[in-house]
């Protein structure tokens, strides 16, 4: 795996060993910046990158201009590697790493963490993204406006909380890309 473009771009990053982290490949991440970058979503963006796996989505919007990235994922294999390609990529000045469930994740207290990008890539199949789009929402982790890009299985049925709407939805392969919008319910 690589940081696909940007001040990263072409650096390598590492992965877990074994089957528990599926990263999101080069060719669909770049995709998918090309989509965010061209609505003007990545430059001094916060970012929160949950289920992180090995980073590759919070660093590649690091990498291409983002202001910082919040990394959370509960397991240990892909908290060590993520620390890793952050210090590896010399980007610990706008990293931070919670090590916590996505579904039970602590309210967000601090507002330089409010995230106007995130990125959510939970494991395919067992019913994730509905309540982790509520718990980033309901903890005050999401600013008004806030886009999520959400990658699931090809087969998803596009069902997301009322406070969010679907703005793109991409297919490569057998991945499915969401590009949702946070609008908080009044």
């Given at each position: 795996m690589r940081i696909v473009s940007?001040?990263?771009?072409?650096?390598k990053i590492q992965a877990p060993k074994g089957r528990m982290v599926r990263?999101?490949?080069?060719?669909?991440?770049?995709?998918?910046?090309?989509?965010?970058q061209s609505r003007g979503l990545v430059d001094d963006a916060?970012?929160?990158?949950?289920?992180c796996g090995t980073g590759?989505?919070?660093?590649e919007a690091l990498?291409?201009?983002a202001h910082s990235c919040t990394f959370v994922d509960s397991a240990r294999d892909s908290l060590v590697c993520v620390k890793?390609?952050?210090?590896?990529?010399?980007?610990?000045d706008r990293a931070k790493v919670i090590a916590s469930d996505v579904l039970k994740l602590r309210e967000c207290t601090d507002r330089s963490e409010l995230a106007s990008l995130a990125?959510?890539?939970?494991?395919?199949?067992?019913?994730l993204i509905f309540p982790a789009l509520e718990r980033i929402a309901g903890g005050g982790w999401l600013a008004e406006g806030a886009y999520v890009v959400c990658e699931t299985e090809k087969k998803y049925n596009r069902v997301f909380p009322a406070s969010f709407s679907v703005k793109?939805?991409?297919i490569y392969g057998e991945v499915r890309v969401f590009l949702l919008q946070f609008i908080t319910p009044v």
């Amino acid at each position: 795996m690589r940081i696909v473009s940007g001040l990263y771009g072409g650096r390598k990053i590492q992965a877990p060993k074994g089957r528990m982290v599926r990263p999101t490949t080069d060719k669909v991440r770049g995709a998918v910046f090309n989509m965010l970058q061209s609505r003007g979503l990545v430059d001094d963006a916060v970012v929160l990158d949950a289920f992180c796996g090995t980073g590759g989505m919070g660093l590649e919007a690091l990498s291409r201009g983002a202001h910082s990235c919040t990394f959370v994922d509960s397991a240990r294999d892909s908290l060590v590697c993520v620390k890793e390609n952050i210090s590896s990529l010399g980007a610990e000045d706008r990293a931070k790493v919670i090590a916590s469930d996505v579904l039970k994740l602590r309210e967000c207290t601090d507002r330089s963490e409010l995230a106007s990008l995130a990125f959510l890539d939970p494991p395919y199949e067992k019913g994730l993204i509905f309540p982790a789009l509520e718990r980033i929402a309901g903890g005050g982790w999401l600013a008004e406006g806030a886009y999520v890009v959400c990658e699931t299985e090809k087969k998803y049925n596009r069902v997301f909380p009322a406070s969010f709407s679907v703005k793109d939805d991409r297919i490569y392969g057998e991945v499915r890309v969401f590009l949702l919008q946070f609008i908080t319910p009044v």
